[in-house]
């Protein structure tokens, strides 16, 4: 009776092993997707922040070389005809 007892015992354990050491990797698995989810969500920002800062700059850029395009059309010397 007692080996049988502790079969039985031994035979539950490996049973429950089996049952719980699953969920606990899903748990580990979910508190992964969890912290990949959270790092997806940060990079989405940055990367809206950085699209935002491109802009900015990008409109500085065009303004500056309209500018410089301005200063070169007047500093160029005019053509004008002689009239000889």
């Known amino acids: 009776m007692k080996e049988s007892l ?22 580990r698995l979910a508190s992964r997707v ?3 989810e959270s790092n997806v969500v940060y990079l989405a920002h940055e990367n809206q922040r950085l699209i935002g800062h491109l802009k900015f700059y990008a409109v500085q850029l065009k303004e500056l070389g309209e500018r410089l395009n301005d200063q070169t059309v007047k500093q160029s010397p005019s053509f004008e005809p002689s009239n000889n």
């Open 6 to 27: 502790s079969n039985r015992v031994a035979f539950l354990r490996l049973r429950i092993t089996r049952i719980v050491m699953p969920w606990r990797r899903v748990d």
């Open 34 to 36: 969890a912290v990949l």
